[in-house]
């Protein structure tokens, strides 16, 4: 199957600072990649899906401007979390839709930030 | 609005077999999708279904119905390892993925 990387795995960083995470898809162009964010004992939660060479289109509720996700090229977008405060403190997931007929998704192993 | 329903956490015995139930309301149908998810982990695919009926692979089993927006995941021959959260997912109209919120599944020696 397709396989979707993520880094980091895991982030500590400082309230106020900024973080990145990287998605990429390794054996296929995605041309079309999904930002989660997962509390615990919670579902996944869309945040934002990523169109290469476009903006990012936003779910109600998450601030464009905090959350800046990046998708220049086939294989790579960013998700950055800007002047980050401890309840940005989360586990971040990306997928991107393989070239199956069944739409399936793929995720990338996740990155739990913590903000302290 | 749309909607998707499953338990919220369910108790089997090792080598058991257990059903987990999945209702759905969304605009438009695409395919329903169950993903395993360990703690602290990402989603891994298990099955999709787009026609009724049933699709058995290996242990695991997913039927669909869609005149009643119904779905489930059945596990025979339960292992501990299986112990995780089962999520389901239907693709609406728009092809948007529509998440439940997971059901968590303890396994028991």
């Known amino acids: 199957g397709a396989v979707v990387s993520q880094h980091p795995s895991w982030v500590i960083c400082k309230s106020g600072t900024s973080v990145k995470i990287e998605c990429r898809s390794l054996d296929f162009q995605a041309t079309t990649m999904f930002w989660y964010r997962q509390f615990p004992k919670q579902s996944l939660m869309l945040m934002a899906t990523?169109?290469?060479?476009?903006?990012?289109?936003?779910e109600q509720g998450v601030e464009k401007d905090k959350f800046l996700i990046n998708h220049a090229s086939l294989t790579l977008s960013t998700l950055t979390v800007t002047s980050a405060h401890p309840e940005d403190s989360s586990f971040y997931i990306c997928?991107?839709?393989?070239?199956?007929?069944?739409?399936?998704?793929?995720f990338g192993e996740g990155s739990r930030l913590t903000v302290l | 609005g749309q909607n998707i329903d499953q338990p919220t956490e369910m108790t089997a015995t090792e080598g058991a077999i257990v059903q987990i139930n999945c209702t759905y309301q969304?605009?438009?149908?695409?395919?329903l999708f169950w993903y395993q998810q360990h703690a602290g982990e990402a989603p891994t695919f298990l099955s999709y279904?787009?026609l009724d009926g049933l699709e058995e692979k290996g242990r695991f089993s997913s039927f669909l119905s869609r005149s009643k927006g119904y779905s489930y995941l059945l596990l025979k021959e339960l292992q501990m390892k299986d112990s995780a959260s089962y999520l389901c997912?239907?693709?609406?109209?728009?092809?948007?993925?529509?998440w439940g919120a997971g059901t968590k599944l303890i396994i028991k020696p």
């Open positions: 969304t605009s438009g149908f695409n395919g």
């Open positions: 279904n787009v």
């Open positions: 990523s169109n290469e060479g476009s903006k990012a289109t936003y």
């Open positions: 997912a239907v693709m609406d109209s728009n092809y948007q993925l529509i």
């Open positions: 997928s991107a839709r393989g070239d199956t007929d069944t739409g399936e998704l793929f």
